[in-house]
């Protein structure tokens, strides 16, 4: 059965609604820019339009509703795939040097952006939350780019062992791996600050 132009609008309208965020919490902390980010979210939905549409004219499978099982690790996919083409083409040298287009040479550049926006706390308490949200941030700075990308796509992004390694190429046993080494290096971490 053929879906109607209304049906796959609502879907995709839905799927944007449901994705955006968690895409772009994840382009930014690997571009390091909002805006480049947006971009390559932007460019993400596209395809996801394209591939839509693709699907909802063909009697083939997969239809629409079978692609919609897979669409979260599908958008991770094509997400991590476009901004590691923005990180190419932003600094082809550093890339091809270090095989890795995360890491900048300053140790600072990896950490996220950690703000703790509470309307009712008072100054020391806002103070101390500061404080242990920037050791927070200074420890996730420190984890490997591959253990903070794996980290992210399971806290932030929310997705299974077997979606992350869907979206890096890993096994998933290789994604517990990494997310049991991060884990247990920040807790290593924040126990000794």
């Known amino acids: 059965m053929e879906d109607s132009p209304d049906d796959l609008s609502d879907w995709l309208t839905d799927a944007v609604d449901c994705h955006e965020h968690r895409l772009l919490s994840y382009a930014k902390c690997l571009l390091r820019d909002r805006t480049?980010?947006?971009d390559a979210v932007q460019e993400t939905f596209l395809q996801l339009c394209r591939k839509a549409r693709e699907i909802a004219?063909?009697?083939d499978p997969p239809t629409l509703l079978e692609f919609a099982e897979r669409l979260t690790p599908w958008l991770f996919t094509v997400c991590r795939t476009r901004v590691i083409d923005m990180q190419r083409?932003?600094?082809p040298h550093s890339f091809a040097r270090s095989g890795t287009a995360t890491r900048s040479g300053d140790p600072n550049d990896d950490a996220p952006e950690a703000n703790v926006v509470d309307p009712s706390p008072m100054p020391e308490d806002t103070a101390i939350a500061?404080?242990?949200q920037q050791q927070v941030a200074d420890s996730i700075g420190n984890l490997t780019?591959?253990?903070r990308e794996i980290l992210?796509?399971?806290m932030q992004g929310g997705l299974s062992y077997r979606e992350i390694a869907d979206v890096?190429?890993?096994t998933p046993t290789n994604v517990g791996f990494?997310?049991?080494q991060a884990v247990a290096s920040l807790r290593q971490t924040l126990v000794n600050a």
């Open 36 to 38: 480049t980010a947006q």
């Open 130 to 132: 500061d404080e242990e």
């Open 57 to 59: 004219a063909s009697p």
């Open 152 to 154: 992210q796509l399971r």
């Open 168 to 170: 890096t190429g890993l």
């Open 178 to 180: 990494h997310l049991h």
């Open 145 to 147: 780019p591959r253990q």
């Open 89 to 91: 083409k932003r600094n």
